[in-house]
Structures are given as C-alpha cells and as structure tokens.
C-alpha cells in the first residue's frame, strides 16, 4: 500500500498541499483531479518519492519513503513526468532502453524484447529508430510512457508492489491514444497488479477508466472513493465552478456532458 498520513508541502509561506490523508492500492487506477493549482502535481511528486513532506509523511508498504534506497524504489516505482527533455541525440529505442537502467545488476533474460514489448504496447515500435527529439508531442509522451512500461516490466521477487505514477499521460494525446493509453494503464492495474495513480484533466476520462478519483482543490483534498460516486455534478459544479449533466452512455459508462 502507498500511503500518505497528514501530508503537506509548502513553497516558501504557501501550502501547496496540505493534510492529504491517503490509501492508494495496488491493481488499482486512481486518478487524481482538480483545478488548476490545486497541488496535483506536488501531490504526485510526494508520492513518487521526489519531493520529501514538509509536513506528515509517505509510506509504501509501512515504510517511509525516505527509508527506501533510491535503487530499489526505481525497481517497484516508475514516474512520466508532465515534461522531461533529453539532451542528447538519443534514438526512440535508447530513450525506452532508459527504463531497464535499475535492472542493470540483475537483467532480465530477455532485456532486449522488453524494451520491443514496451515499444509496442504503447504504438510507437515503428519509430524506434527515430532521434527522439525529432518527434512530436505526443509521440514522445508515447515513448516515455513505454519507458515507464519497461521499468516496472516484470513481476519483482517475493511479489513486492509495482507503481505507476503519471502526470498529465494525455495531455499531449490525440483523442485516440487518450483512449490508448488509458486502456493500456488499467489493463497493467487490473491484469497485473499494478497500483497505477494517474493526474488526469478531462473528468470524463477519469470516469470511464479510473477506479477511484482523489479530488483537490486548493492544496486539500475534496472527496476520495469511486469515481462515479465522486465525480458528482455537484461537486464538479463547487470545485470547478462549471455546471454538467451526468449521463449513462450505451455501455453503461458514466459521463459528463458541460453546458
């Protein structure tokens, strides 16, 4: 379990986050929403491990995360963050070969056809040859999320947990790998196990693919539980300021439609 108890962060006097009470659990995706400057980002932050509480605490599995050794959190954690530039003239490929940099001390068989594996999964193994800072935004969102992928790849010894922490996956996106990667997040949660946490802005994906939705506004938190059950016009209408109608598509898949 990746668990926060009272935890805040500040930047100089402002709190950015404060007294997040929070139990996020594996195989599960949990989506976190909010306006704009509510802290979702500073949240993701203290639950990957890159920025230490100025307040409270992080723990995976009753450990603080600042216990953990930086080498193996990068084994059962992988972070996308909102922007993350390279450098150099790194190829497709080498940019996903990244996500094996943990495992160097004890590789997999099969290093090689993880990183294809990752490649595909998430639609851009036919780029794989291309200098990375020649593709388009949402070409790199695609590959650094297969990075991701090929980090957390296979199920670690003794069954510890597997995280996958997203900031914005589809902000970058056409309509169609929005859908993509979303479905490819869950199916890692659900079919394997993974505790996926995703900071997400369009309310209706978070709807249709999330388990659960942890809703900020101004550094506190809102609601937390299923989405459909927090995800209510009425919430919508007092953290956003918007108003919506909620509505059952065919397949029975909540929705909202803003007026």
Known sequence: MLRCREAGARAGRKALV???????????????????GAGKSTLLSLLSGQRRPDAGEVRL?????????????????AVVPQESAV???????EVAELGRFPHRRRPSRDEAGI?????????????????FNTLSGGEKARVHLARALAQLWEPLPGGATRWLLLDEPTAALDLAHQHQAMRLVRRWAHGQGV????????????????DDVLVLAGGQVRSNGPAAEVLTPELIGDAWGVHCQAITSEGGVPQCVFA
């Open 195 to 210: 505790g996926v946490v995703a900071v997400l802005h369009d309310l209706n994906l978070a709807l249709r693919y999330a």
């Open 61 to 77: 599995d009753g450990t603080s995360l600042a216990a953990h050794a930086p080498a193996d959190l990068a084994l059962r954690r």
């Open 18 to 36: 404060s007294g997040v009470n929070l139990a996020l659990q594996p195989g599960r995706l949990t989506a976190i929403v909010g306006p704009n």
């Open 115 to 131: 990183v294809a594996q990752a490649l595909e999964a998430t639609t851009v193994a036919a780029l794989a040859g291309r200098i």
């Open 87 to 93: 450098a150099f003239d790194f190829t497709v490929r």
